[in-house]
């Protein structure tokens, strides 16, 4: 059976040492301070803070919309890194500008992002193990007090459960990215960064490990957040140009 011609090929990407992930923070540092685009990068990242909490508060449904509206503003921030990577000026308004031609497809992709999470709580229902799974995604959303609450063997089973879920947080890292920059259809913009990110584990490990060393900062002094906020955005872009834009 011949392949689809017109099946969308995946993007390609690179692989690159363990210590590029501490250069996707060094190089999205610089982005922060390049052109005067400090105040502009810490008031979009106030404001998704603040429609995030928004859309937390709101009953039954606010974890979904958390997601959807999550994918739609990080393809507007990922534009506006782009830009201003090519020499240009950042806007506030670029926050929103997700919300254009590309906003179906960061929905859809933001959809089934969320179809695999509710696939990976019934499984794990299944197995006994379901009343654990808000306590590890409040892990992974930064609520490790509720996860320093429980026992050791709740903890491990958490930890067994953020495993599980990985794959997930991959495909979702980068897909935003490949959807506004890249063009790439939803399906394939969650495969390609899931391919691209279970490709490049070590780099993502620093990465990771950096990053979680930066939030305990951020958060003992409270005020680190305004910063650390747009550089998990700007990160993020370095890390797609890093491993696509170089791609060979």
Known sequence: MQPDATAPAMPAFRSVA??????????????????????????????????M??????????DYMNEIALFVLTGGLMRSADKGAAGGKAMVGDLFSGFDASMSSLLLAAVLVLVGWAIVYWALALAG?????????????GNWALLL?????????????????????????????????????????????????????????????LGIGFAVLATITVVGWLVLIPLIALSTYTAYRDLYAQAG
């Open 129 to 141: 193990v379901g009343a654990l799974f808000g306590a590890a995604y409040a892990a992974m959303t």
């Open 149 to 209: 609450g429980l026992g050791i063997g709740s903890m491990l089973a958490c930890v067994a459960i953020l495993i599980v879920a990985t794959p997930l947080m991959m495909a979702g890292w980068l897909a935003p990215a490949l959807i506004v920059l890249k063009n790439q259809p939803p399906l394939e913009a969650l495969k390609s960064s899931l391919a691209a990110c279970w490709a490049n584990v070590g780099a993502l490990t620093v990465y990771g490990l």
């Open 18 to 51: 363990s210590g590029q992930g501490r250069q996707w923070w060094s190089s999205a540092w610089q982005l922060l301070f390049h052109g005067g685009a400090t105040w502009t990068w810490i008031a979009m990242g106030v404001i998704s803070l603040i429609i």
């Open 53 to 62: 909490m928004v859309l937390s508060a709101v009953p039954i449904l606010g």
